[in-house]
């Protein structure tokens, strides 16, 4: 299974999903993490532009851990079998963790999202 995260400084679970340009995409057997690699798309392919398909990096993904996102995408994510995962944990190890543990704290997404 791949769980992806959203962190566009490379460090943290960032916002805005849909224009991040950089993902953590984390390998897991089991319950485990076997391993991380960074996903980084060109803007063009982003959630935000692509507007259908999302990255192609992200193909096959179980969820999106990420710190923000609007309820449009959401619902494009679950048409597409991923699960739309907003959280306020800020670290991405303990965010995948937490989802895998089913301790992850959730928000909603944004009712209201526009475009800035």
């Known amino acids: 299974m791949k769980i992806a995260v959203t962190s566009q400084?490379?460090?943290t679970v960032t916002g805005h999903a849909g224009r991040c340009q950089r993902f953590w995409v984390y390998e897991v057997e089991g319950q485990r993490v076997s391993g991380r690699a960074l996903l980084?798309?060109?803007l063009g392919e982003t959630f935000h532009e692509s507007h259908h398909a999302g990255p192609p990096g992200l193909a096959g993904v179980a969820a999106l851990i990420?710190?923000?996102?609007?309820?449009g995408l959401?619902?494009?994510l679950q048409r597409q079998?991923?699960?739309?995962?907003v959280t306020?944990?800020?670290d991405p190890d303990r965010a995948v963790a937490g989802y895998l543990d089913g301790s992850l704290a959730?928000?909603?997404p944004h009712a209201g999202h526009g475009h800035h």
């Open 40 to 42: 980084e798309v060109p």
């Open 74 to 76: 959401a619902a494009r």
């Open 88 to 90: 306020s944990e800020t």
């Open 106 to 108: 959730r928000l909603e």
């Open 81 to 85: 079998g991923v699960a739309p995962v």
């Open 66 to 71: 990420t710190g923000g996102m609007g309820a």
């Open 9 to 11: 400084d490379r460090l």
